[in-house]
């Protein structure tokens, strides 16, 4: 039966809703500083800069820095001039590097721009690295994260857990700063189009050769096709900038519009990119930990091993290890725990409002005094119930939590015991000696090519992975008196 009343209540309450909406949108709506074109915006400038300053000390909290001042004054002064001749040179702009193994690059509102410690060692030339730098000051200078905030908020959703790239970051999405979710974000195909486009604007006004962006793009396709998401940090260039099958082609389409007049006399600036890498750290430092074959975790800085099953997607992130199970719905995590002692730790934890507690007992693992218990927490998205264990070791505190969803506990229980029970000392001399590998800058006095070298000179990767590294194939010829980027050193044992 109808009730004219009530229906009417509701659509006047629907009426009032899209009203509020489209006043708001239309009170939102903003010129795009780099494009002139219309965007939605609900943060000014000087809200947007205030955001990128305080999310920037929490990425940097949370991610060291490259410890190589020389390397990272080389970058800001490329990245200065980049943003000097863009739409918004008066921006706090900073370009620095993140020590993390990962291919990837990211920018911040309203400044902040840093660039990966593994990017560093695919770029070939000072045009590649100019590209990647010019596309990330487009993303800031033409607002982009800025309108996804913006979006929701209108929409009140603050930051979206499905705009982020990493199942296992989403799966802790809780326990992230809004810096490192909008770290997380993943920038939709206009945007990306729009900065290439920007990119190529830029570097192109500062004299590097802009068809280098074709290059890198083309090099960042191969690497990955041929490689998953290395276990770092951060996810990789393509999982939070997407790619389209044509995107090569959209980039080669950009810089095909530049006269040939304006790219005579370009700078290219490859010996000079290449000496100033040579001796970076290639892939992950094994002495901040890292995972073998098998699925454990051995840390040689800190002597310790934790065994993970081996199916498990893990991921060794700079505070924390993170290991997610094949079916998404289950978590172990290792980290440093507050509090002087197991004890102490697990009083404050166990204690805390909201979450209630079973079977809590002091036990010792491997020769250390620890303490473990039950736990049962209401959330946003639901219960959740696992194990959290504390355990000092050398002097420090280590909380391995494990977690899934209501009901699933009995499941999962073993998983986390047998997690929390393998911690012991690391007593592996070959993975306690464990270096990294590094770049190392060579001059081939013959032409030849990278299959030939490989099998003449060897490395710790595979030829395939160094032709990738150099932007060619392993066939391709490189002439005398070229240089090119070698791997060397060893992979860390077990890996």
Known sequence: MNRPGRTGSIRSHLVTGLATLVMLGSSA?????ATGGTMLSLVSESQEIQMGQEYMQQVEATMPLLDNLELEAYVNAMGQDLAAISERPDLPWSFKIVDDPVVNAFALPGGPVYLTRGILGYFSSEAEMASVLGHEIGHITARHSVEQISRQQLMGLGLLV???ASPVVRQNLEGLSMGLQVLFLSYGRDDEHQSDMLGVRYALKSDYDVTEAVTMHE??????????EAGGGIPSWLSTHPSSADRVQRIQAIVDTVSPANLEGVTLGRDEYLRKIDGLMFGENPREGYFQASGRFVHPDLAF??????????ANMPQQVVALSPAEDAIVQLMLASGTGHAAAAREFFEQEGLTSRQIQRVTVNGNPATVGYFQAQTENGVLEGLAGFLDYDGRTFRILGY???????????????VFDSFARLTDRAALNAQPMRIDIIRVDNATTIAQLS???GSPVAASELAIVNGIDVNDTIPADTLIKWVVGQKPPGS
């Open 305 to 314: 091993r934790l065994d993970y099953p081996s199916d498990w997607q893990k």
């Open 404 to 418: 899934t969803v209501q009901g699933k506990l009995r499941s999962y229980d073993s998983v986390f015991r047998g």
């Open 162 to 164: 499905g705009a982020i």
């Open 455 to 457: 099998r003449s000179r």
């Open 219 to 228: 090099k960042l396709g191969r690497l990955s096709a041929q490689t998953a």
């Open 29 to 33: 709506c903003a010129t795009n500083p």
